[in-house]
């Protein structure tokens, strides 16, 4: 039951094969079982079930409130969550419980979902890894596939337990383990510069950004607030689909959220693409990317141009510079964001008493780790009053120039446009961190930030397996709030693929450096 997708879920818990209770109950053992992983950063049994017998009381009656009734989902833990520690794997905000919920969390609660849990993340969410948060790093649940133990020859059995793991990707690596590993049926991430599609790639499943302004943002703890977009994570398109329906629309609480009300949709079977043009940037042809996702990339394509649909390369010329740009602007936000935690209103607070100063600096160098102080320093220099023209007034210039070949590109008649994700399936995590955290961010944003910068919606679509055994994905990009057409193409690309199931081995692993999962209830 665990296995199947969240529609057929649904439809054994309208039909009574299974209940809400059980199904909860099944998903919590499993996260136990699977603890070893790091997925989850508080995991809320007590109020779980509690949601779970609600819902089985609202099936007896016969009055589920839809499809995600009963659903086991989790919650990437910069989302704010009523009654539940909220930490964003940082020191300044351990013990941080919140006063409401962001939207996206009570519009799940309404359609009455049951929250397991918060998963988790790179500190703020600044990383591709979800190695650098304070809870510990990701395990890639693929790491403990049979696929990926056939193709792996390791020296020794230690080895093979305790270095040959491979990360998740990030930010939202912990939501990405939790639906691989089957412990939830769709969760929430962030998406900046693509923390959702990333990690997706790497674990095996379909990670959504929505159109920017398509889903709210309030509640979600800000890092870039003009990119910054809840990204959502499911086992399948479908499913991605039924999670939009139930999230997108205007929020009066979030002025960037789209005034028009959102209607909900099914995807339909495609049959014929004769009717689409799908575009194929070249400069998606990315130093470092591997032979085996060129590869893959070029099947995808030619799969298209034998079904029909016309094929064309097309030319985003100014996504060279949006890395960079990228950098310039997402520091310079994140030095205005985090500059509210100073110790005073909320979040840790240092015992230095010397001065209101050494207070607030004292309280920074504890909360924030190297990475997040980094940031911060990059994004103050680049706002200085001798630096700002120079550099973020630039900056947002060629964000514009990034966007408007988008806008030319979708204007020439092309649908969609068919890039790879990453530019290679997950590395071993002792591999992973002999690179600087900006390193690997300035590689690993490189085919998904784009999107971001031009707040269009993206999917990974998981497409193959790489000769290690691990998941490849591929990255469709649509036009402004095309997520109809942008997830009836992958939902007809998914069903192409065929791509296999995780055969995840699970077994009995104690790293004690893992356990600090803790338990948590609505108050």
Same mark, same amino acid.
């Given at each position: 039951?665990? *296995?199947?997708?969240?529609?057929?879920?649904?439809?054994?818990?309208?039909?009574?094969?299974?209940?809400?209770?059980?199904?909860?109950? *099944?998903?919590?053992?499993?996260?136990?079982?699977?603890? +070893?992983?790091?997925?989850?950063? &508080?995991?809320?049994?007590?109020? @779980?079930?509690?949601? =779970?017998?609600?819902?089985?009381?609202?099936?007896?009656?016969?009055?589920?409130?839809?499809?995600?009734? /009963?659903?086991?989902?989790?919650?990437?833990?910069? +989302?704010?969550?009523?009654?539940?520690?909220?930490?964003?794997?940082?020191?300044?905000?351990?013990?941080?419980?919140?006063?409401?919920?962001?939207?996206?969390?009570?519009?799940?609660?309404?359609?009455?979902?049951?929250?397991?849990?918060?998963?988790?993340?790179?500190?703020?969410?600044?990383?591709?890894?979800?190695?650098?948060?304070? $809870?510990?790093?990701?395990?890639?649940?693929?790491?403990? #596939?049979?696929? $990926?133990?056939?193709?792996?020859?390791?020296?020794?059995? #230690?080895?093979?337990?305790?270095?040959?793991?491979?990360?998740?990707?990030?930010?939202?690596?912990?939501?990405? @383990?939790?639906?691989?590993?089957?412990?939830?049926?769709? =969760?929430?991430?962030?998406?900046?510069?693509?923390?959702?599609?990333?990690?997706?790639?790497?674990?095996?499943?379909?990670?959504?950004?929505?159109?920017?302004?398509?889903?709210?943002?309030?509640?979600?703890?800000?890092?870039?607030?003009?990119?910054?977009?809840?990204?959502?994570?499911?086992?399948?398109?479908?499913? =991605?689909?039924?999670?939009?329906?139930?999230?997108?629309?205007?929020?009066?609480?979030?002025?960037?959220?789209?005034?028009?009300?959102?209607?909900?949709?099914?995807?339909?079977?495609?049959?014929?693409?004769?009717?689409?043009?799908?575009?194929?940037?070249?400069?998606?042809?990315?130093?470092?990317?591997?032979?085996?996702?060129?590869?893959?990339?070029?099947?995808?394509?030619?799969?298209?141009?034998?079904? /029909?649909?016309?094929?064309?390369?097309?030319?985003?010329?100014?996504?060279?510079? #949006?890395?960079?740009?990228?950098?310039?602007?997402?520091?310079?936000?994140?030095?205005?964001?985090?500059?509210?935690?100073?110790?005073?209103?909320?979040?840790?607070?240092?015992?230095?008493?010397?001065?209101?100063?050494?207070?607030?600096?004292? &309280?920074?160098?504890?909360?924030?780790?190297?990475?997040?102080?980094?940031?911060?320093?990059?994004?103050?220099?680049?706002?200085?009053?001798?630096?700002?023209?120079?550099? +973020?007034?630039?900056?947002?210039?060629?964000?514009?120039?990034?966007?408007?070949?988008?806008?030319?590109? $979708? /204007?020439? /008649?092309?649908?969609?446009?068919?890039?790879?994700?990453?530019?290679?399936?997950?590395?071993?995590?002792?591999?992973?961190?002999?690179?600087?955290?900006?390193?690997?961010?300035?590689?690993?944003?490189?085919?998904?930030?784009? =999107?971001?910068?031009?707040?269009?919606?993206?999917?990974?679509?998981?497409?193959?397996?790489?000769?290690?055994?691990?998941?490849?994905?591929?990255?469709?990009?649509?036009?402004?709030?095309?997520?109809?057409?942008?997830?009836?193409?992958?939902?007809? +690309?998914?069903?192409?693929?065929?791509?296999?199931?995780?055969?995840?081995?699970?077994?009995?692993?104690?790293?004690?450096? $893992?356990?600090?999962?803790?338990?948590?209830?609505? #108050?």
């Amino acid at each position: 039951m665990l *296995r199947a997708s969240l529609r057929e879920v649904s439809a054994a818990l309208r039909e009574g094969r299974v209940t809400p209770t059980e199904l909860c109950q *099944r998903c919590l053992s499993l996260i136990k079982s699977t603890k +070893f992983l790091n997925a989850y950063i &508080t995991v809320a049994e007590e109020t @779980a079930l509690k949601q =779970a017998e609600e819902s089985e009381k609202r099936y007896r009656r016969g009055q589920p409130l839809g499809v995600l009734d /009963g659903i086991p989902v989790a919650v990437k833990d910069n +989302f704010n969550t009523a009654g539940i520690e909220t930490t964003c794997a940082s020191n300044m905000l351990k013990g941080y419980i919140s006063p409401y919920n962001a939207t996206v969390v009570q519009k799940l609660l309404d359609q009455g979902a049951v929250l397991l849990g918060k998963t988790n993340l790179d500190e703020f969410a600044m990383g591709s890894g979800s190695t650098d948060g304070v $809870f510990g790093p990701v395990r890639n649940p693929w790491s403990y #596939s049979r696929q $990926f133990k056939e193709k792996s020859v390791p020296k020794s059995h #230690s080895e093979d337990e305790d270095s040959n793991w491979v990360i998740t990707g990030g930010s939202s690596g912990g939501s990405a @383990a939790a639906v691989s590993s089957f412990t939830c049926f769709a =969760a929430l991430g962030s998406d900046t510069g693509g923390s959702t599609r990333n990690p997706a790639a790497h674990c095996g499943v379909v990670g959504l950004k929505p159109t920017y302004g398509l889903i709210s943002r309030h509640g979600l703890i800000p890092l870039v607030n003009s990119m910054d977009v809840p990204g959502i994570l499911t086992r399948c398109v479908d499913d =991605a689909a039924v999670v939009l329906g139930s999230l997108a629309g205007h929020d009066p609480k979030d002025p960037t959220t789209i005034q028009d009300n959102f209607k909900p949709f099914e995807l339909p079977d495609l049959t014929d693409v004769s009717k689409l043009s799908i575009g194929i940037p070249k400069e998606y042809h990315a130093p470092g990317l591997s032979s085996e996702i060129l590869a893959l990339w070029s099947k995808a394509t030619d799969l298209f141009k034998n079904a /029909g649909a016309k094929v064309i390369e097309v030319s985003l010329p100014h996504t060279r510079y #949006s890395i960079v740009c990228y950098h310039v602007l997402c520091t310079a936000e994140v030095a205005s964001n985090m500059a509210r935690f100073d110790g005073l209103e909320y979040g840790h607070r240092s015992d230095m008493n010397k001065s209101t100063e050494s207070m607030y600096a004292a &309280t920074r160098r504890e909360g924030f780790n190297d990475v997040v102080r980094g940031r911060i320093l990059s994004g103050n220099y680049f706002l200085l009053k001798q630096n700002y023209e120079n550099y +973020f007034v630039k900056a947002q210039k060629v964000r514009r120039l990034i966007a408007s070949d988008f806008v030319k590109v $979708f /204007g020439s /008649g092309v649908d969609i446009l068919l890039t790879p994700t990453t530019l290679s399936d997950a590395v071993p995590y002792m591999e992973f961190i002999k690179e600087d955290n900006r390193t690997r961010s300035a590689q690993d944003d490189i085919l998904t930030q784009a =999107a971001n910068m031009a707040g269009l919606p993206a999917i990974n679509v998981p497409s193959g397996l790489s000769e290690r055994g691990l998941p490849i994905g591929l990255q469709f990009i649509g036009q402004s709030f095309q997520e109809k057409q942008l997830l009836t193409v992958a939902k007809w +690309f998914e069903k192409q693929v065929k791509f296999p199931m995780i055969q995840l081995e699970v077994k009995r692993h104690d790293h004690s450096a $893992f356990q600090h999962q803790k338990s948590a209830s609505f #108050s």
